[in-house]
């Protein structure tokens, strides 16, 4: 059974940063990928960032490039988000997924694409 906690959320002043972690349970085994999403109130969920967990290649919205980094420790079976430069439209509840396939329907950030889904952390930022 897969199992994703995420931690790190807050609130933050326009500029600052975070870094969300998303740890799997040991008994998820090999994840092949894991990623990150934001749902910000009445809107979709959209992909952020995402990770290979073998080749390490990583994947970013072009609304946050430059700006975050996702990052694992596979000895842990974590991912990171590191978020700098944040704004206040970052604002949003951040969830962690993962799946043992990659890149399902053809992009990494594609929601569809993960089976496994943490509780969700949020995340806020002030003008």
């Known amino acids: 059974r897969v199992q994703l906690v995420e931690s790190g959320g807050g609130s933050v002043q326009a500029g600052g940063s975070l870094r969300l972690s998303c740890a799997a349970s040991?008994?998820?085994?090999?994840?092949?990928?894991m990623g990150w999403f934001r749902q910000a109130p009445g809107k979709e969920r959209e992909g952020v960032a995402a990770?290979?967990?073998?080749?390490?290649?990583?994947f970013y919205a072009d609304s946050v490039k430059g700006r975050f980094t996702i990052s694992q420790d596979t000895a842990k079976n974590t991912v990171y988000l590191q978020m700098n430069s944040l704004k206040p439209e970052d604002t949003a509840a951040y969830y962690c997924a993962a799946d043992y396939a990659q890149g399902r329907g053809g992009s990494w950030l594609w929601a569809g694409g993960y089976a496994y889904w943490g509780q969700g952390t949020q995340v806020t930022v002030s003008s």
């Open positions: 040991r008994s998820a085994g090999i994840l092949a990928a």
């Open positions: 990770i290979s967990t073998g080749g390490g290649s990583t």
